[in-house]
């Protein structure tokens, strides 16, 4: 990124902002069981605090969470929730069957952590991913 | 060859509108889709003795349609790796405009 808006008060109110919502968004994630909300909703919310950290920070932003640091956490996010829709097929299960994939578990509570995996998986392939895209806008070929 | 190409959308929307008019009214409870056993009763009725998830939405989407949330994430990671693929060109020597310019 070649500018930003060098501005105290948006760096300060920035840096107050970006914890909170960062908390929020792991909140919205982890809470999709009970509430509105889920691994979608809080890694848009994840990727807004990076992308707010860059509008403000400009350069200083990369040394924080690096330009291949967006990819990096998409293809990491997809590639665990592949791993866990797979692994249940090992044992003769179906895709995505958590209840094979936690074996020593009741169903239930097999099904209960493996939405709350996906949804994390899910929030880190988002945050990757939106940021990756606002990079890619952003920088505008790699200058 | 342009009549071709605004014929044929006129046709595929024509069958677009005519499917479309043939869906349920909202809210519905004669649908297909909001009988009694169907899938929306069961997920109603059995999501959260199944997964423990108190929110049915979640227990579909991570659970019963996971699946289908796979593929809706792999489709965001294409996307990503799509837009850096386009945007971000990989830097040629001065001179070499690559023939494609």
């Known amino acids: 990124m070649t500018s930003c808006f060098e501005s105290v008060?948006?760096?300060?109110?920035a840096r107050g902002t970006v914890p909170f919502l960062q908390v929020f968004?792991?909140?919205v994630i982890t809470h999709g069981h009970y509430s509105p909300g889920g691994?979608?909703?809080g890694g848009v919310m994840l990727a807004a605090s990076i992308i707010l950290l860059r509008i403000t920070f400009g350069e200083d932003s990369f040394r924080r969470f690096p330009e291949s640091a967006g990819l990096m956490l998409a293809?990491?996010?997809?590639?665990?929730?592949?791993?866990?829709?797979?692994?249940?097929?090992?044992?003769?299960?179906?895709?995505?069957?958590?209840?094979?994939?936690f074996f020593w578990m009741e169903a239930p509570e097999a099904r209960y952590w493996g939405i709350l995996l996906a949804e994390v998986f899910i929030g880190f392939l988002v945050w990757g991913a939106l940021v990756?895209?606002?990079?890619?806008?952003?920088?505008?070929?790699?200058e | 060859m342009r009549w071709l190409g605004l014929v044929l959308i006129a046709a595929l929307g024509g069958i677009l509108v005519w499917g479309a008019s043939d869906l349920p009214r909202r809210g519905d409870?004669?649908?297909?889709?909001?009988?009694h056993d169907s899938?929306?009763?069961?997920?109603?009725?059995?999501a959260y003795e199944e997964t423990r998830t108190p929110n049915i939405v979640t227990a579909v989407l991570a659970d019963y349609?996971?699946?289908?949330?796979?593929?809706?994430?792999?489709?965001?990671?294409?996307?990503?790796?799509?837009c850096v693929l386009i945007l971000l060109r990989p830097r040629r020597p001065a001179g070499d405009d690559g023939g494609d310019a």
């Open chain 2, 39 to 46: 899938v929306s009763v069961y997920y109603i009725r059995n």
């Open chain 1, 132 to 142: 990756a895209i606002y990079d890619a806008l952003a920088t505008g070929g790699g």
């Open chain 1, 39 to 41: 691994g979608f909703q």
């Open chain 1, 25 to 27: 968004a792991f909140y």
């Open chain 2, 65 to 82: 349609r996971s699946f289908d949330t796979f593929g809706e994430s792999v489709v965001v990671m294409v996307a990503a790796l799509s």
């Open chain 2, 29 to 35: 409870p004669g649908s297909p889709a909001a009988v």
């Open chain 1, 75 to 101: 293809g990491v996010g997809a590639l665990c929730f592949a791993v866990l829709g797979f692994a249940p097929l090992l044992s003769g299960g179906s895709f995505l069957e958590y209840a094979r994939t």
């Open chain 1, 9 to 13: 008060f948006l760096q300060t109110v």
